[in-house]
């Protein structure tokens, strides 16, 4: 009769406790952080945690408020804290606070560096337990979320013996916000940094971003615009930017923040920013010293100079690395970093402009200080959907290079066109740079092996902003989910991390989990198709990169103007980087310039990026290269379909607010995938004069219809 | 023992859906509508609910979700929708359907109007039941809502006997939000139409705002700013207008369109927008024949024209009548109205800025057409912590006025000070204009019963954006509150609504709702205290209009000064509006010019804004002026430091959250009115070299430090 009871009281239980969870609303504000009930107690689940410390620090204190959280909601109840190991206890044990464990009962932790861990299934006293031990507090964090994320998605939590340090010492998150709450290729509402009302209100989400980002191993935040303001080092906004800073502390975050060259000039007063004047040197030590003050553990500056109208040492006649060295000067004592972009363009217009960063930093390398970072986009031009990786990655040795990604969809369709970014960054990392030899990815010379940099890192722009589920959609989360997992491990798969992003954001169920990972692995090839197919690229609209503007020719400077990257005219199609041409692809090494440069050999999908063809030029597969074009954007609108209808039969297994909302935003992408075809031919037919392939349906409108849409007011326009 | 299980069981599954119902989170999107869980099942809480219609309306549909809704959190389970009418239904019979029910059981709903209802206990088939009755689905709605409201505020359900119908026939908030969404006066994040994503992507908010709206009685939106973009009117946008006006109709609310005047050239290609030319005339009713097409029940333009740059009639010689009446004749065959704003001032400088309202539009009485509503700020000036009532109320009988109220604290410290406006608007609307003789107050005239206007209405600014809790502040919800029931009933008391919106919203507890109504109460005399006592005005900031900045003397236009409006010197303080001066107090009916003309009878409150005295003036209670103003910035202080204290002193019973953020806004809030007064007394002192009196402090910092602060990143700033 008892145990009847029981079961009838649980059973009741469940049901009124499922109609509560129901009542939260599937936002997306969760993220994949969301922590599903388990359907049932995993073996050797844990009873307890024991954080075998003697003093607990806000880290390890961070780490016990995330067991507790998501044990509430995966098991049913809180781990309870406990001061003495029993039997299925979950031990944190942080080499930094001095353990209360028996010698020999915790793993050596030598080998996972300042932020690593190891995860062991082992016994102490007796009793089985699991261990997450690190060398510090922070390893000790991450440790934690691993274990969290393996229980959440379902994975076994038994037998555990892993060891994981990450293979960046950077993995920064880059803000382009503004002081006055615009993000600058934001699609996801405005900045989360409420700059006015801080420091006396501290909004409770920085601690809910400190979480998300924690839980994927970014451990850095640039908060501010690289198109920078030098108000945010004034002590008003200082005192703002330290209240963030003691939010994402406990989490292992740093912050970072823009350093405007001219500041010596706009806050100093003085009469240059030339950074071999020592006036300005001195200028940059005291305010360091003061932004210091505010922070001590601020991470250092992030820096865009000399590029799109920015001031920088070329203003005085110095060289980046002399600006740069200068601000690496003034953080040096104190730990700090600088992360010089080298996304630059020079106020005249280049031969190619994909050529310059490389022209103008090869040069340098070996004339940075120690502790500055040069950050590059994965690719020369800028975070098109396809580019072929960026030449200077393997050409600098003695310089650290980070790569910068975008994670906001500047030129992916912003936030309503679902594209999984892994496989981008996957396809990136993985490129053979041939720098050292074969071999010598992408990945081996970010992570430091190929060169034996000082300092690592990745930065990611982030698509984060005050929209409740942080990213303007529920598959941007996904990108910003990827980005940290290949800042800890750039040679992890994106297919991986798709999936168990969605195992912790949607559901475990496998066929589910297969379904939605099919969706975002093709995700991003649809875009490239629709958009820039062929090694097309840069064809969007002016200023706010919405929508297709192949036919745009007449902007303030040529490289600017989709024409300048297209080159179409009645007779072909194509950008010549060959030597006949601009020889960009001589930027690259040997066996790869030569396969690039070569019509046999260059991929399909970087053709036109490297040559200048006719429309009937001969494919592989035997149809003309207008045939092809004309088949991609097809392609593209068929991917984009089949996601759909693949999505539509979720329909019943995703809550409805997301599900909707993704319905919603596919049907938008569809449309628009629709109008980059119908456009782009519109236009290519006003310049080849050739008939539409066969089976092929002509625009609905005339060129001059799509000229004509104009859109004063998309997001994240450039201030 | 089956008893012993039962309580067991339900004990239990409280405790749990406890906890689940805390793991909601208390952000304050919820507004008033948390319908809380009740101590105990009121008296003739009803079991069922009955649509006594043959068809459901999507109104109807609306208000029977919103009962679904309500009593699954109020009650512990949704009421079942039944077609029989047993014991205890909730009965919903709406005129507009036909009902089912037996002849004689509905009251008589003749006196409430097309938008009113009753609220009955009675008996129908000999069954009690609770009778919402109406003669439109939209006066069941709100009905519903009243229903609701009493529930949610632990009030009596059983018998009722309620009429109610809403005093003004337009309520409508006013949204001075831009198509790029920024929103101007906005402390409240961005505008929640999100006119990218729109129309394909109509987000789930909309609905929540229509709720809320319709709750209040509010039956009309204005999306867009009054400093107007034409770009709205163009078929994109007026597609988007739709997507949401689909949303609203349910919820009996209307979309208007703030319409720019100068949109015949702009959109149209016209070389003139005189309101007199034919072919302007035709433009506007080509597009509004459009704009109706898109939306059938499209509710008519909100017009600011010939004011602060905005272009208008006047720009072709002619007058505001003449340009309100061309968009009339547009609308009128539509059943649209036309709202014509009389806050207006000249390119040049006016003798006295106040007075030209009343200057331009009193000679107008009479010229404009029917469906042409003037829409009047509550004072002369611009929405400041304390001003007169509008000289223009009771000044113009054949012409309908409505009133326009802010919201948004524009003037009363953003979204982080404490200031309840429903005694701000209870002030003005309650004040006698004397104009058709003693007792015709300004709400008698606004709603239409002093002149007989055939429309009457209020409009408020909204205080809406993105912000998760909707206002920017728990407090801010409030106003939006108050504005809505004083549209509904221009006559009711601030206190009364303060009252039941913090039942709704904070507790039902007696001694909790007094605390918290005590501290509304006080609030906004303590903003006027701090701020601009003794009939000062306009003292913020230049542009954005946050802080304080007395000094300012040097603008474009003297109008736009703080010294403008105190004109003090070293001799006194405060603008002579006497016949020795501007004279503006002659725009008012005799007894009331005569009052505040006079030395002896004029109220402290608005001394400054109608005499200029000088500093040794000796008030009523013997102090002089000097000694009463800054006693007055320190009560203001003080006030808040009361408000503080009593907030605190609500620990533990307000859920941390929404606590946690109150403590946090009265912190800053203390800190600015700190701020008020030492800056103000700081340029006080400067001008009249006075010593401080006894026991007052001096500011901490000299007058250049208050000059030297700036804020270039002050949210809601226009554009």
């Known amino acids: 009769m008892k145990n009847f009871i029981k079961r009838v009281a649980a059973a009741f239980c469940l049901l009124v406790s499922g109609l509560f969870q129901h009542?939260?609303?599937?936002?997306?504000?969760?993220?994949?952080?969301?922590?599903e009930r388990l359907d049932q107690v995993p073996k050797a689940a844990p009873h307890s945690v024991v954080a075998a410390c003697s003093d607990v620090s806000p880290t390890l204190d961070a780490a016990l408020s995330e067991i507790s959280r998501a044990s509430a909601s995966m098991l049913g109840q809180p781990l309870k804290q406990s001061g003495k190991i029993s039997r299925n206890a979950l031990v944190l044990a942080s080499g930094a606070c001095g353990t209360s464990l028996p010698d020999g009962a915790l793993p050596t932790v030598d080998q996972v560096g300042p932020e690593g861990y190891v995860l062991q299934s082992t016994r102490i006293n007796g009793k089985p337990v699991t261990l997450i031990a690190a060398q510090s507090d922070a390893g000790v964090l991450y440790g934690v979320f691993d274990y969290l994320r393996r229980m959440s998605s379902g994975d076994a939590v038994a037998d555990l013996d892993v060891t994981s340090r990450p293979k960046t010492k950077l993995r920064l998150l880059n803000h382009w916000d503004n002081l006055d709450r615009h993000v600058e290729r934001g699609y996801s509402g405005q900045s989360i940094w409420d700059w006015h009302r801080l420091p006396g209100y501290v909004d409770p989400r920085y601690t809910d971003y400190a979480r998300a980002n924690a839980s994927i191993g970014i451990n850095g935040t640039s908060l501010t615009n690289v198109n920078s303001d030098a108000t945010v080092l004034t002590p008003p906004y200082l005192e703002k930017v330290a209240a963030i800073a003691n939010v994402l502390r406990p989490y292992g975050i740093k912050v970072y923040l823009t350093a405007r060259f001219s500041a010596p000039m706009e806050l100093?007063?003085?009469?240059?920013?030339?950074?071999?004047?020592?006036?300005?040197?001195?200028?940059?030590?005291?305010?360091?010293?003061?932004?210091?003050?505010?922070?001590?553990?601020f991470g250092g500056f992030l820096v865009k100079a000399n590029s799109e109208g920015q001031p920088g040492p070329q203003d005085y006649g110095r060289s980046h690395a002399e600006g740069a060295n200068m601000l690496a000067r003034a953080v040096a004592p104190h730990g700090g970093v600088v992360m010089w972009r080298a996304f630059v363009y020079s106020a005249e217009e280049p031969e190619d402009r994909v050529k310059q960063a490389y022209t103008e930093f090869v040069p340098l390398d070996g004339q940075f200080a120690d502790n500055v970072l040069v950050q590059v986009k994965n690719g020369p031009l800028d975070f098109q959907p396809r580019e072929p990786f960026h030449p200077l990655f393997g050409a600098m040795p003695e310089t650290p290079l980070m790569i910068e990604l975008q994670i906001t969809k500047e030129y992916l369709g912003f936030s309503t066109h679902l594209a999984y970014l892994g496989t981008l960054w996957e396809e990136v990392l993985s490129a053979d740079t041939h720098a050292e030899g074969e071999g010598t990815t992408v990945a081996s010379v970010v992570d430091g092996e190929a060169h034996d940099y000082a300092y690592t890192g990745?930065?990611?722009?982030?698509?984060?902003?005050t929209d409740r589920n942080w990213a303007g959609s529920i598959f941007d989360q996904a990108n910003w989910y990827a980005f940290g997992r290949l800042a800890w491990n750039p040679d992890a798969s994106a297919e991986d991390i798709a999936r168990e992003w969605v195992k912790q954001t949607f559901s475990r169920k496998p066929e589910i989990v297969n379904e939605i990972t099919a969706i975002m692995m093709k995700s991003r090839e649809a875009v490239v198709d629709y958009m820039t197919p062929l090694g097309l690229t840069h064809l969007m609209g002016t200023g706010h990169h919405y929508g297709p503007a192949p036919w745009v020719d007449d902007l303030g400077r040529a490289d600017w103007t989709p024409y300048y990257y297209h080159k179409a005219t009645r007779d072909g199609i194509g950008f010549d980087r060959t030597e006949n041409g601009s020889d960009a692809v001589d930027q690259y090494a040997g066996p790869i310039a030569q396969e690039w440069a070569s019509l046999d050999t260059v991929p399909d999908n970087l053709l036109l990026w490297f040559h200048h063809v006719p429309w009937d030029y001969?494919?592989?597969?035997?149809?003309?290269?207008?045939?092809?074009?004309?088949?991609?954007?097809?392609?593209?609108?068929?991917?984009?379909?089949?996601?759909?209808?693949?999505?539509?039969?979720?329909?019943?297994?995703?809550?409805?607010?997301?599900?909707?909302?993704?319905?919603?935003?596919?049907?938008?992408?569809?449309?628009?995938?629709?109008?980059?075809r119908d456009a782009s031919i519109a236009y290519w037919q006003s310049i080849n004069d050739l008939p539409l392939p066969e089976g092929e349906a002509p625009p609905p409108h005339d060129l001059e219809y799509y000229k004509s849409l104009s859109f004063p007011n998309a997001p994240g326009q450039g201030e």
Chains 1, 2 share one sequence.
Not at 23 to 35: F, I, N, Q, S, T
């Open 618 to 676: 001969e494919m592989r597969d035997g149809s003309t290269l207008w045939q092809s074009l004309v088949a991609h954007y097809s392609r593209g609108i068929a991917t984009v379909e089949e996601m759909q209808a693949e999505w539509a039969s979720l329909k019943g297994q995703i809550d409805p607010e997301r599900f909707n909302q993704v319905t919603d935003y596919l049907k938008i992408q569809h449309e628009e995938a629709q109008w980059w």
């Open 268 to 297: 100093g007063g003085l009469p240059t920013a030339d950074p071999l004047d020592p006036a300005v040197q001195a200028w940059w030590q005291a305010k360091t010293d003061e932004i210091y003050d505010y922070v001590p553990d």
């Open 458 to 465: 990745m930065a990611g722009v982030s698509n984060i902003g």
């Open 23 to 35: 009542a939260v609303a599937e936002d997306g504000y969760e993220l994949w952080l969301r922590y």
